[in-house]
């Protein structure tokens, strides 16, 4: 049995978690309220909170998976892709422990994790992970991707978006209604009680498995403006059916995609990772899809899809496994490509 601790430090969670194998023992993540009022991820104050969050979070796992940090058997942290100021935190604290634990540090791709996320296993739940080959939409705050898995370590990106992330479109239109950040989760809620097909979008138009999301906002934006201005109480009235239709529309283009890659590649083992596929819509439209493909489908559960650092340590398990360890160089990186 190989325990690793993860740690996640990417954008504003702190994370750690312990895994033995690929099973849970404990999965702790510190968010950060700080950055509400200013309508998105400030960095340098992620940084700090990173700074002042580690220790009792790292702590906190150890202490909820009962595993004292001398019989760890590695330490997986999150390289990049992310925040230079955040992810600055977690490497340096993953690398000193490693040194004074005298165990191996492993690097980890935060969207690679992501995609791995469907084979964290929880101690009394049922464990069915996707076979592969299989194709995993991961929908974030930060990306937006397709990604052919032809194995744990093996993964190639089919398309991606050219422009804004599918969560920056939530989180952006969340804002121009006012909403705090992040905006996601609000357009969830408040487009359950809603008309999705109240407003109309423009379908956007992006070659091939690749997505294109910031003429969507605009048009939202548009709409806002042009409604604003004959009556002000517009976006108050109209919340719900703005949530709904604004949600329906970036689901559609999202799954028109994900049905595009399956034809394309003739694979029906599905998956969604990532803070987006939390959103119910998406999940619900996704199980629809299978019935009517054929599909398997795969969703982690919620506490896997936004950041956290079981993702990243079920990774590390996976790299333990061929010995792919990393050297005292080991830095972060705010761009990394898997
Ligand atoms: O994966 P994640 O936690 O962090 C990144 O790596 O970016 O994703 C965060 C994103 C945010 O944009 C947030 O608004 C979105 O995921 N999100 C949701 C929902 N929950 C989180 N978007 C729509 N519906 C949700 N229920
Ligand atoms: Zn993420």
Redesign the pocket.
């Known amino acids: 049995m190989v325990k690793i601790l993860g740690i996640e430090s990417?954008?504003d969670?702190t994370g750690a978690a312990v895994l033995n194998n690929h099973t849970l023992l404990s999965n702790v993540v510190a968010g950060q309220q700080v950055h509400k009022a200013y309508g998105g991820v400030v960095p340098e104050l992620a940084s700090r909170a990173h700074q002042q969050n580690i220790v009792p979070v790292v702590d906190v796992a150890l202490k909820n998976a009962g595993v004292a940090k001398q019989e760890l058997d590695a330490i997986a942290y999150t390289k990049g892709p992310g925040l230079m100021g955040s992810l600055l935190v977690g490497a340096s604290f993953a690398k000193a422990l490693a040194l004074a634990l005298d165990i191996p540090l492993i690097e980890v791709n935060?969207m690679q994790a992501?995609v791995l996320a469907n084979f964290i296993e929880t101690p009394g739940e049922s464990y069915h992970p996707p076979s592969f080959p299989f194709i995993c939409l991961t929908v974030?705050?930060?990306?937006t991707q397709i990604v052919l898995v032809n194995d744990h370590l093996k993964m190639e990106v089919l398309g991606q978006t050219l422009d804004d992330?599918a969560?920056?479109a939530?989180?952006k239109a969340a804002k121009m209604m006012e909403l705090p950040y992040?905006?996601?989760?609000l357009?969830?809620k408040f487009a359950k009680q809603g008309d999705p097909h109240l407003f109309e979008f423009p379908a956007p138009h992006a070659p091939g498995l690749n997505f294109s999301f910031s003429g969507l906002k605009t048009s939202f934006l548009y709409l806002l403006r042009a409604q604003t201005a004959m009556d002000s109480m517009f976006v108050s009235k109209f919340r719900n059916d703005l949530c709904a239709s604004y949600q329906y529309a970036i689901i559609r283009v999202l799954l028109d995609k994900l049905c595009l890659a399956s034809e394309q590649t003739g694979i029906k083992e599905i998956a969604i990772a990532?803070?987006?596929s939390?959103?119910?819509g998406l999940r619900n439209a996704l199980k629809e899809c299978a019935l009517r493909y054929g599909w398997n489908i795969y969703i982690p559960k919620m506490e896997f899809?936004?950041?956290n650092a079981a993702m990243i340590a079920v990774t590390g398990y996976y790299k333990y496994l061929v010995k792919d360890f990393a050297d005292a160089s080991s830095a972060p990186a705010a761009r990394y490509p898997f």
């Open positions: 990417s954008c969670d935060h992501h974030s705050g930060g990306h992330a969560g920056e939530f989180d992040p905006g996601g989760p357009i969830d990532g803070g987006v939390a959103n119910s899809c936004t950041d």
